[in-house]
């Protein structure tokens, strides 16, 4: 196609569609403006009678008073002479008599039963009328105006003139003559125009054409210019968000294409005939055949390449051919000649027909064999601890759940040990994973010594360990047994020149005696367990229904303490460090107190094992440094206070930003409070904690370490960590000054301590002899029933206040 072959088509019947219409519009329009025209030459002619009637009339007006008809003709004749648009003139009086003046003569006639003009009566009235046949004798047009004759008053009659239309008739096709040139110069123009935009818009055709032509090429890179105006700009927008959509639709088939061909899962594409269509490189590779053995095969030759039996192939070929069937999935084991087998996954899927038109269908083959190898290998190793080489949980489910079932059947019985290594917690975490891992090893190659090689041992996790052991449920042949286990545990474990001593707390329970299914079995050995542990460790207990009390007391307390913190149950002491050498006092510790509503006053050593133990110990940390916060705010004094802080607390992200949110609502410094961390949870696993604790020594918190002496951390430790305080702890105190062992280690203590510049405090001294000793040995915060108990807020800022720091309680072993 042409721009001249454009134009022949498109253009042309637009030039003549456009043509016409402008043609018929105008005539349209002509014809509707045509009366107007016709009556405004009318008025223009009547302006005309009107003017010759005024004149007539002045002039004859007395002579046809007179009746002077010579005046009237000779008048009128040079009148109808020298204006030959007049055609008549006619004088018609009330009388009857007419006077009809013409060109060619005049004549008076005598008129029988005349009836006056149907005009005002008025020298302003008048008619006006368009008559075809003016003349009797020859057949003229022309107007014919008519007009009452005043003469002084006097009502004389009615004037008549008639003017010729040819004035008419030439202004009526001169408006004709007017229309058509006007109509046929706007056609011109117009098309000239059309002509114009024609070229410009063939241009721009010209070019989405040839755009169009490249796209159908398969040049998907090509764009149509979009410089063009109206619906060609959205046209060429158009084709060319197409061309894009095309673009990236053939990349993303191309990208689809190559990852078919170059996946590793041999796939086969088959159509509407179940025949072969496509195969990619990876099902040739696997088969060692070319593409072209494929090509055209069907679907049960293709089942027999796989190897696969008769009956299998009809089962496939069923369940393809079904009406519902969408997709399938089955494992095969294929053997090539002299190699290995190879296992398989074979999915058969159907196209959607909106898909894919003709229909059809494709099958991946997936190379599973090294999956399979791996479940095996996992398989066996499903049931093997990789630490201790023992059985693992799963296992020891297994044979729970068996050891349960053989004894119902038999009526035989067995024995559960529930077993945990003491202490495990601090070696992981001062001396490192690695460390603890082998004593774990350790752990099992003890019990496995201990026990029989028809016992089943296991370890279910972490430093837990169990052993089943079938046919005993005599006492004393079992304590016996777990007597010989805790012995294994007290040789020496010698790891990096480390040498470490375990111990361990054992549950017992008993089948039938003590539960009639695993799960009950498990609950009551881990609950033996745990009392061993509350014993003192390293020893073991055997399950009593007396455990079941403490544990319902367990959950009592765990109960009632999750309500007091939030009915406010809770309530804080205040016990002061007294200097000395002084007697001042300068710091105090805020001790946590609860009074169960019906047990009355419980212990800390009692319910903060158990806040640790559900959780709760957070929520009690955030009260108990909020309720000092606000404490320290009332007092407006220069005391600082102790709080002890829980290793769960610590171990949040966001406690020193929480530390920081109390001080600024209260607005108190940081070095106003001091925390105190006992000396597992500042011992931590490599270091840890190590991050927090500098963290809230730059905020500029005092860090004392509680109860030193207790762990199993080295001295070594102390330079190492950013404490400003060391708490002597009160079961060193209890011996002094007369445990000689006591005595060398306190000094020790102390000595360290002075030498980094650590302030030391004797915790929980009772007795004069105590401070003394104390005191002379350079530690002068002394902290006891020997000073003051633990007091109310109010009490210790009215003992400061006073200056009020003797003893209260002097030299007795009162109990805190």
Not at 40 to 59: E, H, R, V
Request: with cysteine; aromatic share 8%.
């Amino acid at each position: 196609m042409t721009s001249a072959m454009n134009k022949s088509t498109i253009f042309k019947h637009l030039f003549k569609r456009i043509a016409l219409i402008l043609l018929v519009i105008n005539v349209l329009f002509s014809l509707v403006l045509l009366p107007i025209y016709q009556d405004k030459l009318i008025k223009m002619i009547a302006s005309q009678g009107d003017t010759f009637a005024n004149s007539t009339i002045a002039a004859c007006g007395e002579a046809l008073y007179t009746e002077d008809y010579s005046f009237i003709i000779s008048y009128i004749n040079k009148v109808l002479n020298n204006t030959p648009e007049v055609l008549f003139i006619n004088f018609s009086s009330h009388q009857g008599e007419i006077i009809e003046l013409t060109s060619e003569g005049w004549s008076l006639k005598q008129a029988t039963n005349r009836d006056v003009l149907k005009l005002q009566r008025t020298q302003d009235s008048h008619l006006i009328d368009h008559v075809e046949n003016i003349d009797k004798g020859v057949i003229k047009s022309g107007f014919v105006f008519s007009k009452p004759i005043i003469i002084s008053g006097y009502d004389w009659g009615d004037f008549t003139i008639g003017l010729s239309d040819s004035e008419y008739q030439s202004l009526l096709s001169s408006y004709f003559r007017n229309v058509l040139l006007f109509s046929l110069m706007l056609v011109a123009i117009t098309l000239l125009l059309l002509h114009g935009s024609s070229l410009s818009l063939s241009q721009q055709l010209t070019k989405l054409r040839e755009t169009a032509s490249q796209l159908a090429k398969g040049n998907l890179l090509a764009r149509a210019p979009t410089d063009a105006i109206g619906e060609i700009s959205l046209l060429a927008n158009t084709l060319n968000g197409m061309a894009i959509s095309l673009d990236e639709n053939t990349r993303h088939l191309r990208r689809l294409a190559r990852l078919v061909q170059d996946t590793n899962d041999a796939i086969a594409i088959f159509d509407d005939t179940s025949k072969v269509i496509y195969v990619n490189s990876a099902l040739t590779n696997f088969f060692g055949e070319d593409t072209n053995d494929f090509k055209g095969m069907n679907l049960s030759k293709f089942f027999i390449h796989l190897k696969i039996g008769r009956s299998k192939q009809k089962e496939l070929q069923n369940e393809l051919s079904g009406s519902d069937f969408h997709d399938c999935t089955t494992d095969l084991t294929f053997k090539k000649s002299s190699e290995k087998n190879y296992h398989l996954t074979m999915r058969i899927e159907k196209f959607d027909l909106h898909e894919v038109e003709s229909g059809g269908f494709f099958i991946i083959l997936s190379d599973i064999t090294r999956r399979k190898q791996l479940e095996q290998e996992l398989e066996t190793l499903a049931y093997i601890d990789k630490l201790t080489q023992l059985p693992n949980r799963r296992y020891f489910m297994d044979r729970m759940n068996e050891a349960v079932e053989e004894a119902e059947m038999f009526n035989t019985a067995f024995t559960l040990i529930f077993l945990d290594v003491d202490n495990f917690k601090i070696i992981n975490d001062s001396l490192g994973h690695e460390v603890g891992d082998q004593v774990l090893a350790d752990v099992g190659w003890r019990m496995q010594d201990s026990l029989r090689t028809d016992d089943t041992i296991c370890r279910l996790g972490g430093d837990e360990f169990t052993a089943i052991i079938r046919g005993a449920n005599d006492y004393d042949a079992i304590s016996r047994l777990c007597d010989t286990i805790l012995t294994k545990f007290s040789m020496p474990v010698y790891i990096h020149d480390h040498e470490l001593r375990t111990s361990a707390s054992i549950g017992i329970v008993t089948f039938p005696n003590d539960g009639m299914t695993t799960k009950e079995l498990i609950k009551n050995a881990d609950m033996a367990m745990y009392a061993a542990k509350k014993s003192g460790k390293n020893c073991y207990r055997f399950f009593s229904e007396e455990m079941h009390e403490n544990m319902r007391d367990y959950l009592d307390i765990e109960s009632a303490l999750r309500k007091s913190i939030s009915d406010m149950g809770l309530y804080l002491v205040y016990q002061p460090f007294v200097d000395e050498r002084t007697n001042d006092i300068k710091h105090c510790e805020a001790l946590l107190r609860w009074k169960h509503p019906e047990r009355g006053m419980i212990p800390p050593g009692r319910f903060i094992p158990i806040a640790e133990q559900s959780g709760l110990i957070r929520s009690i940390g955030d009260w108990v440094f909020d309720q000092v916060c606000r404490q320290i705010q009332e007092w407006h004094s220069s005391i600082t206070v102790s709080v002890n802080v829980s290793g769960a607390e610590l171990v949040n992200s966001n406690y020193a930003e929480r530390l920081r949110e109390r001080l600024v609502e209260y607005d108190i410094e940081a070095h106003q409070i001091q925390l105190e961390f006992t000396e597992h949870v500042l011992v931590s696993e490599e270091g840890k904690n190590l991050p927090m604790l500098n963290q809230l020594k730059r905020m500029g918190f005092q860090l004392a370490l509680d109860d030193f002496g207790t762990g199993f951390s080295s001295l070594s430790y102390i330079s190492e960590l950013p404490i400003d305080v060391i708490k002597l702890d009160k079961s060193f105190i209890n011996r002094l000054p007369d445990d000689k062992r006591t005595v060398a280690v306190v000094k020790s203590i102390i000595s360290l301590a002075h030498s980094l510049d650590i302030t030391t405090v004797g915790e929980g001294v009772e007795q004069k002899k105590q401070m003394e000793w104390l005191r002379s040995k350079g530690c002068h915060l002394i902290q006891g029933f020997y000073y003051h108990k633990p007091m109310s807020a109010n009490a210790l800022y009215n003992l400061v206040s006073r200056g009020v720091t003797h003893a209260v309680v002097t030299d007795i072993n009162t109990k805190k």
